[in-house]
């Protein structure tokens, strides 16, 4: 069957067939793109170029509301489907991103302002959690003992729980939606997702090419909104799940609300990274690495390790190092060939991270790169930044303490490596570290004393591929089960245990 398309409503009296079109973003619900019974609407616009692109419904309770009913009626036939048939769609959904890759990167791009090696970077990533899903009729198998007790067998079944649905962040708008849906589904559940109403394209062009894969209706669905939309997932009574990607605040707010609701809930938020840089270190390598590692996104990416905390005289090696690795960046269209560092996602998050280099410098930190003049003279309007680099940073100034999500990096130093583990330790957040060294000692030491769950050794992106666990610890984190990997099988079935005689 021909794919509809959310072709939307064309605007400012362009023709939809352009490729400047503004549209109005729709809803899929029941296999259809329907429009939002929204009454306002948000903008969305290139930000290497302040170009609307798009106008997003700021969706409720009611739009919720239609999902559920469209998801519920899919669940009852889609649970009795064997999970052999069940991957189908899922397999069509895997080639179709394959061919289309490119096109999908292109979006994320246009939307966020990535570059296009980065976008495409993270549509991988979306792929191998469809991949991963296509395994479900084993993933799914239970587990059997004859006789545990005289004549009496015992085994369990995994069984899905209903409509699931995720509420996602702006910085991976193809990849983070498909951490759960795939496996949600796989497993036999139906499921919402809502994107964040700053970057909802990537996830309409999925949703189409997921309508192209032949998934019954009401198997997928989406929902575009912002805090209305949520609420309406977090307190609807058909909705047995939620997962939930963004910053802390929101993340502790959601899994409040929705466990109260009696649902099942991983939250996971928000991140502020420490990169250890021992003595002993490969100082080209950890300034090259770290650098990648702040400012690729421009920031925006909750592995950044935002934080190089140099140990003894690491310092006085890495500093140079990492100012001048960041000035060899090339800021600009992520679009444009050769361009490694693009905007950050609006205008306001750009006056934002311009506020805390201000409270940087207020607070007696010294700016050792300045960013804030950085301009694309070929992109006036768009939301730029140069990297900007912190030294003498200290734990309790703003900039030590708070998820900046731009890019600014912050030195601080510790005089040795117990000073460092401790720095780590007394964060509030603990999504992902990493460390330098050359020393096994002092990796696996480190490996076992701090917190944060995603942690590399001469890694710059603890980033865990979608066959093992994916979220942090502390206040990044809210919840038990992680994303992806074994425990995407946990969040998205029941184990029922079935206890047998025969007389
Ligand atoms: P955000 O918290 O502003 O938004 C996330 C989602 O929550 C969006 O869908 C948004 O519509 C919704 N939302 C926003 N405010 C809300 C409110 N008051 N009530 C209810 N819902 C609300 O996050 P963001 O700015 O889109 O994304 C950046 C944040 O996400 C950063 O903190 C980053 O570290 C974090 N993040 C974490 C991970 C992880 O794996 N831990 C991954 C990606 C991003």
């Known amino acids: 069957m021909p794919a509809p398309r959310n072709a939307g409503t064309a605007v400012n009296g362009q023709s939809t067939a352009t490729a400047t079109t503004v549209r109005t973003v729709q809803n899929y619900i029941g296999g259809r793109w329907v429009d939002s019974s929204a009454t306002e609407f948000g903008e969305v616009r290139n930000p290497a170029t302040d170009q609307l692109i798009a106008r997003v419904p700021m969706g409720g309770a009611a739009d919720v509301d239609a999902a559920v009913k469209a998801a519920a009626k899919a669940y009852a036939t889609w649970r009795t489907t064997p999970a052999v048939e069940r991957v189908k769609p899922m397999f069509a959904l895997k080639n179709l991103m394959e061919k289309h890759f490119d096109d999908v990167a292109r979006v994320i791009t246009r939307e966020h302002g990535k570059t296009l090696d980065e976008s495409r970077g993270s549509v991988r990533r979306a792929i191998d959690n469809v991949d991963l899903s296509l395994g479900a009729p084993d993933r799914l198998m239970g587990t059997s003992l004859e006789d545990i007790a005289h004549g009496i ?22 990849m983070v939606p498909l951490w759960f849906l795939p496996h949600a589904v796989t497993s036999g559940n139906t499921f919402i997702v809502k994107p964040s109403e700053r970057v909802p394209l990537s996830q309409v062009r999925i949703f189409e090419l997921m309508h192209d894969a032949g998934f019954p209706a009401g198997v997928v669905n989406m929902v575009n909104g912002a805090k209305d ?44 990274n420490f990169v250890v840089v021992m003595p002993d270190a490969d100082m080209e390598r950890a300034a090259s690495i770290s650098t990648e590692s702040c400012f690729g ?79 694309d003279p ?73 917190e944060p769950s995603m942690l590399g050794v001469n890694i710059g992106v603890a980033a865990p591929m979608a066959f093992f666990p994916f979220g942090g610890a502390k206040g990044s984190f809210y919840g038990d089960l992680k994303a992806h990997g074994r425990d995407a099988v946990e969040f998205f079935t029941d184990k029922k245990v079935v206890i047998s005689r025969w007389f």
């Open 153 to 174: 067998d015992c085994h369990t079944v995994r069984q899905p729980l209903g409509v699931f649905a995720a509420i996602t962040p702006f910085n991976f708008p193809a």
């Open 229 to 272: 939309a949520v609420d309406g997932i977090l307190d609807h009574p058909g909705i047995a799940g939620v997962s939930f990607v963004g910053s802390s605040p929101v993340a502790h707010y959601v899994y409040k609300r929705a466990a109260e609701k009696g649902k099942r809930v991983q939250a996971l938020g928000g991140a502020k």
């Open 297 to 375: 996104c421009a920031g925006e990416r909750c592995l950044a390790n935002s934080i190089v905390l140099a140990v003894g005289d690491a310092y006085d090696k890495i500093r140079d190092r990492l100012v001048s690795e960041a000035k060899s960046l090339k800021v600009g269209n992520g679009e444009e060939p050769g361009v490694t560092m693009g905007p950050v996602i609006t205008k306001q998050h750009r006056e934002k991270v311009l506020g805390y280099i201000e409270q940087g410098i207020k607070e007696g930190a010294k700016l050792l790169l300045d960013g804030r003049g950085f301009k």
């Open 378 to 450: 070929k992109h006036p309007d768009g939301y730029f930044l140069g990297p900007s680099i912190f030294d003498e940073v200290t734990p309790d100034m703003v900039i030590g303490r708070e998820e900046i999500f731009g890019p600014v990096l912050v030195i601080m130093r510790a005089k040795d490596f117990d000073e460092a583990v401790e720095l780590v330790r007394k964060h509030e957040l603990g999504n992902a570290t990493s460390i330098f060294t050359n020393s096994g000692k002092y990796a696996r030491e480190y490996r076992y004393r701090v």
